[in-house]
């Protein structure tokens, strides 16, 4: 299978890469750019473990193909940890223990962070419903819930001060 | 008790009772976390796995020839060729009398006995490179009659799996306790149902992933793993392997869930270590999703006929179950397929004083995938089918749910005692934890509230379960059946020459939080900020030897060994801290990371000076002093097989009785671990362990066709609960230690599994009481709702 080139911005920075059409997102980011925090749970669309940003839409990496990427902003945790545009969800992830084996976790808090870009203020059943594309197996959701929750309502206090 | 007569409590700056943030969180938020299917090894290679598209089916031949040519492909293996360096095994253990399997290989050799066994490896420099070629090797088969249905596993015209075994039973027990006939004939009523726990898996978010690397070289086999037992790795690699124990060496890096899943040996794992032998280079194996819904073991999968005798008064005289269970073709090694079948019988009814129990278990062979141990081994069963039985029970006479539970209950003060199962209970506490659970969902409101909006045709229903759960388990669950598998833990620590502790524990991490607990009861063991101690797991070559992390025992096992390690550390640097002061040991005392005067508090010096002195300037000390700044302790329970805990779940559901649905409105859970190491990390536990618990009950099953095809083996078929299904669940405790340890801890993971089930099937029954509609087996689905209300 012939290789093609590609060129995207990576967390900021320009890629060049040659890769087989037929590989995905996810699989470029974590083998040939050793990004590995972006995750595979089900190679499928259904887990939300490989959920990156590309062009600032939350998009499922194991369904998108890397060479779609030519031209496009391509954003993965590591990327929004160094820059620290999460951290205080990071935070209350921790501080609420709203994790356990963190497979999921990088999926959750990219797409957590895109609901309060959205709706500042989420309710419960909100945030339930907006985080239902990413399984976690092992918090039963209560404390992710939580920890957006908390998220949610220190953002908008900053908000309101900075106003 | 320590040397100066405090307990932990007493310790000042104590992290025990505390909700310490986890040290390892952080990382893994930033997703610089590293798993198993992170890593990579030069020239390593990846393996795919020919899979046997029938349930059973003799292998006639195997042309490899097209794919060893294809492009990338490093070798083309069929089981014969493995089996030229890899030994089979049989899944047995000798204390679970008369059970029997066949020998397993790790790759299939002469015949297929379930869709997804492996009958070829393909090595490839990548996994797509591999897969390409996996489809080009040619198996010629011969399709046999496949056993699916348990019920007629043992007819004698259905045929035999493995011909040598004699028959499709792979075990049976039986048990009778007390006067059965007797009990069930004086009772002024007998009810009898037949409950069914549909198949499920695990679903680790992260599927399985090993990477075995063999050097011939120096001959020596490590293997990265996420797997929650190390050394029982260890050991059935090198006997399987033909390797010295010594020359194997198992890592564990960070684990995407576990919860039972990754407990156990699989073939294909043992085939991508024997592979790393055979072609002399690493190999990598991460199992894909498709792969892992038939290759992981499954879980439950019994049907169970219950009888319970109850006197008008709501006094229970006698129970009675029969289980039959499906196990897969072959029982799952070394821990045995027949476990949970054996934990329904010891587990069901002992919540209860009622001394009349008879129990048969029956464990049959078919043509599925194989089952084994997974998350509250057989607690959800014997917990179901008790708490459905009274309910049931309380129905028939007309008693309140909650007072035929207090009529029976054992009392919080008749411990010591002994169950009808002969499961022996050091001190239980049902009757608090009832009480404080009814208060926390304030019952009678709700049974208020339900009442009022029945009258305007809204279902509500409410379910109540309680629990015993096994945790801290002793030698008796597997090493005395002649399994390899440490029941025993241990934990090493060392002060380094910054003043720090460095620990190894023996214990695994899979997320639950065993290293924070290890640090904090070593931080307050010895005296030292939380934030000076690192923990280290999952290293064969560099831990002391010991179980992992299974069946609840982490943090009462491993954190009994961490105590002792850090006052045995702390007793060890007073020593030296005492001959550079010119004081007394006994005088002495860490706090904070400091040596301070133990009566005043006074500090009198850092422990980073002691270090200093320790190991920099060592001709400064005393003739005769020689510090030993690293210990090793370990710990075992002794005085119980088990150390049994309990608890009592509560759910709160709502029935649309035109189509069925279900909707979990609250969740209440109520148990006792004994000592709370950490509260935030107990109450996720019991959280996370509820949903584990939920999803079988409404959702997860494995739905096999007569033919044993799995038909919704991947994540958009196979319903996992998400958040938006979820309830809020709120937790409550009631803390009795055990005496045994002087942590008085006892375990939490699987309390919330054990009863999340029977709660919500009691509460579906509940709502639709007034239909007189009942049902007793789960997945609860709104087909199953409708079927039992008669539209469908």
Redesign the interface.
């Known amino acids: 299978m012939s290789e093609r080139e590609l060129s995207f911005m990576l967390n900021g920075e320009a890629v060049m890469l040659r890769v087989a059409p037929?590989?995905h997102l996810a699989d470029v980011l974590?083998e040939d750019l050793g990004?590995?925090?972006?995750?595979?749970?089900?190679?499928?669309g259904?887990?939300g473990?490989c959920t990156v940003r590309v062009d600032g839409e939350i998009v499922r990496s194991c369904l998108m193909l890397a060479v779609q990427c030519e031209g496009s902003h391509v954003e993965?945790?590591?990327g929004l940890?160094d820059s620290g545009e999460v951290a205080d969800l990071?935070n209350a992830?921790?501080?609420?223990?709203a994790?356990?084996?963190?497979?999921?976790?990088?999926g959750m808090?990219i797409t957590a962070d895109d609901l309060l870009r959205r709706q500042p203020s989420p309710s419960?059943d909100g945030?339930?419903?907006h985080?239902?594309?990413?399984?976690?197996?092992?918090?039963?959701?209560?404390?992710?819930?939580d920890a957006i929750e908390a998220t949610a309502e220190k953002r908008h206090r900053k908000g309101a001060v900075s106003d | 008790m320590t040397e100066t007569g405090l307990t932990f409590l007493d310790r000042p700056n104590s992290y025990i009772g505390r909700?310490v943030?986890?040290p390892?969180?952080?990382r893994?938020?930033?997703?610089?976390?590293?798993?198993v299917?992170?890593m990579v090894l030069p020239r390593m290679g990846h393996v795919t796995f020919v899979r046997s598209p029938y349930a059973h089916a003799r292998i006639l031949g195997i042309d490899t020839g097209a794919a060893k040519s294809h492009k990338g492909v490093l070798a083309v293996v069929t089981g014969a060729e493995l089996a030229l360096v890899c030994t089979p095994w049989i899944g047995v253990l000798t204390h679970l009398k008369g059970l029997k399997s066949a020998p397993q290989h790790p790759i299939a050799i002469k015949k297929a006995c379930w869709q997804g066994e492996a009958v070829a490896a393909i090595v490839a420099r990548t996994r797509?490179e591999a897969e390409d070629a996996a489809e080009l090797v040619h198996v010629e088969y011969e399709e046999l009659p496949v056993v699916t249905d348990m019920e007629t596993a043992l007819d004698p015209a259905t045929p035999v799996i493995h011909p040598e075994l004699g028959d499709n039973l792979a075990w049976e027990r039986l048990h009778v306790a007390g006067d059965v006939n007797a009990a069930f004939a004086e009772a002024d009523h007998i009810i009898e149902a037949t409950f069914g726990f549909g198949r499920h898996t695990?679903?680790?978010?992260?599927?399985r992933a090993c990477l075995a690397d063999y050097n011939p070289g120096d001959g020596r086999l490590t293997v990265y793993q996420g797997t929650q037992a190390p050394h029982m790795i260890q050991n059935v690699l090198a006997k399987h392997l033909d390797l010295p124990e010594h020359n194997v060496r198992v890592v564990c890096k960070?684990?995407?869930?576990?919860?039972g899943i990754k407990v156990h040996v699989y073939a294909d794992e043992v085939a991508s270590a024997a592979l790393s032998k055979l072609l002399r280079r690493p190999v990598k194996y991460v199992a894909?999703?498709i792969e892992s819904f038939v290759t992981d073991i499954h879980a439950r999968d019994h049907r169970v006929r219950g009888r319970i005798g109850v006197m008008n008064d709501g006094q229970i005289t006698a129970f009675e179950i029969d289980d039959l269970t499906g196990i897969g073709p072959y029982s799952m090694y070394p821990r045995t397929s027949a476990i949970e079948a054996n934990q329904v019988v010891n587990f069901t009814g002992g919540q209860y004083t009622c001394p009349n129990y008879r129990a048969r278990a029956r464990v049959v062979f078919q043509n599925k995938n194989v089952t084994c141990q997974y998350r509250a081994v057989g607690h959800p069963i014997a917990c179901s089918v008790t708490e459905g039985l009274i309910d049931l029970a309380a129905r028939r006479i007309g008693m309140d749910p909650v007072e035929i539970r207090r009529r029976n209950i054992i009392g919080d003060d008749a411990y010591p005692c002994v169950s009808s199962a002969g499961m022996r209970f050091e001190k239980l506490s049902h009757e608090a934890a009832m009480a404080k659970l009814l208060e926390m969902m304030d019952y009678e409101t709700l049974r208020a509230e339900q009442a009022a909006l029945r009258a305007r045709g809204i279902y509500r229903g409410i379910g109540l379960a309680s629990f015993i759960e096994v945790t801290n388990p002793s030698a008796a669950f597997y090493g005395v059946g002649g399994a390899r598998i440490s029941s025993q833990d241990g934990v090493t620590v060392k002060l380094d020459a910054g003043g720090a502790l460095i620990c190894h524990s023996s214990v695994t991490e899979?997320?639950?939080?065993a290293e924070a607990v290890t640090a904090q009861v070593l931080a307050t063991a010895f005296g030292i900020p939380i934030e000076r101690v690192r923990v280290t797991t999952g290293d064969t070559d560099n831990t002391p030897y010991g179980g992992g992390t299974w069946a609840s025992r982490a943090a009462g096992i491993g954190g009994e060994a961490a105590w002792q390690a850090g006052k045995a550390l702390r007793q060890n640097v007073l020593a030296v801290a005492g001959a550079i002061l010119q004081a007394q040991p006994a005088n002495l005392d860490i706090c904070a990371g400091a040596v301070v005067d133990a009566a005043t508090g006074r500090e009198r010096m850092p422990l980073e000076e002691v270090a200093r002195i320790t190991y920099f300037r060592p001709d400064t000390l005393p003739p005769g002093i020689q510090a030993e700044f690293v210990v090793t302790r370990h710990y075992v329970p002794k005085q119980y097989p088990f150390a049994f805990t309990n608890g009592i779940q509560a759910s709160l559901v709502e029935i649309d009785v035109e189509t069925g649905f279900i909707r979990l409105l609250r969740h209440w859970a109520v148990e006792d671990c004994g000592t709370i190491i950490n509260p935030?990390?107990v109450d996720?536990q019991v959280?996370?362990?509820?949903?584990?618990g939920l999803g079988p009950a409404l959702f997860e099953h494995c739905i096999y066709d007569a033919q044993g095809q799995l038909l919704n083996g991947?994540?958009?078929d196979y319903l996992?609960?998400?958040?938006?299904e979820?309830p809020?669940?709120e937790v409550g405790h009631v803390s009795t230690p055990t005496a045994e340890s002087e942590l008085g801890a006892k375990g939490a993971g699987e309390a919330?599994t054990a009863g999340a089930a029977a709660a919500v099937m009691n509460a579906v029954n509940d709502a639709l009481a007034p239909f007189g509609a009942v049902i007793t087996s789960i997945p609860i689905t709104p087909k199953s709702v409708l079927a039992a209300l008669g539209h469908i």
């Open positions: 037929r590989r974590r990004l590995t925090g972006t995750h595979l749970g089900c190679e499928q259904v887990c473990a993965t945790i590591e940890s990071q992830f921790r501080v609420r223990n994790l356990q084996c963190g497979f999921c976790t990088p808090i419960r945030i339930r419903e985080m239902a594309g990413n399984y976690c197996r092992c918090t039963g959701y209560h404390a992710i819930v | 909700a943030p986890r390892n969180l952080e893994l938020t930033q997703g610089r976390g590293q798993y299917s992170d797509a695990g679903v680790t978010l992260e599927p960070d684990v995407g869930g576990s919860f894909d999703r899979q997320g639950q939080g935030q990390l996720e959280r996370g362990g509820i949903v584990q991947n994540m958009a996992v609960p998400m958040s938006a979820m809020d669940i919330g």
